[in-house]
């Protein structure tokens, strides 16, 4: 089982970033995934979650509104849509399959002017 982040990098305030997460070694169309946070001195932390069906969808307080989880099935990928980026989001991001208690390698997040 294994999860591989990609599309971290540096955006200014305001800005927009689309993260991905390929999975492998399991029938993804049958799990449920996350996306969760870790920010410099802090825990790491759930930042959205979705059903394998992809109807159900749920959000930590400070990203409702500006981030969007989705998945795609075929293609054994699930995406986090960021939106409208505040300095308090800069973290790495960590896809997660609580399934499998499997994690990725994470991907970094940077909002700065």
């Known amino acids: 089982v294994t999860l591989v982040e990609s599309g971290g990098g540096l955006v200014q305030p305001g800005g927009s970033l689309r993260l991905s997460c390929v999975a492998s070694?399991?029938?993804?169309?049958?799990?449920?995934m996350s996306w969760y946070r870790q920010g410099p001195g802090k825990e790491r932390e759930l930042v959205a979650s979705?059903?394998?069906?992809?109807?159900?969808?749920n959000y930590t307080d400070s990203v409702k509104g500006r981030f969007t989880i989705s998945r795609d099935n075929p293609k054994n990928t699930v995406y986090l849509q960021m939106n409208n980026l505040k300095p308090e989001d800069t973290a790495v991001y960590y896809c997660?399959?609580?399934?499998?208690?499997?994690w990725g390698q994470g991907t970094q997040v940077t909002v700065s002017s």
């Open positions: 997660y399959a609580p399934a499998f208690d499997c």
């Open positions: 070694g399991f029938t993804f169309r049958w799990s449920g």
């Open positions: 979705i059903i394998r069906a992809g109807a159900n969808t």
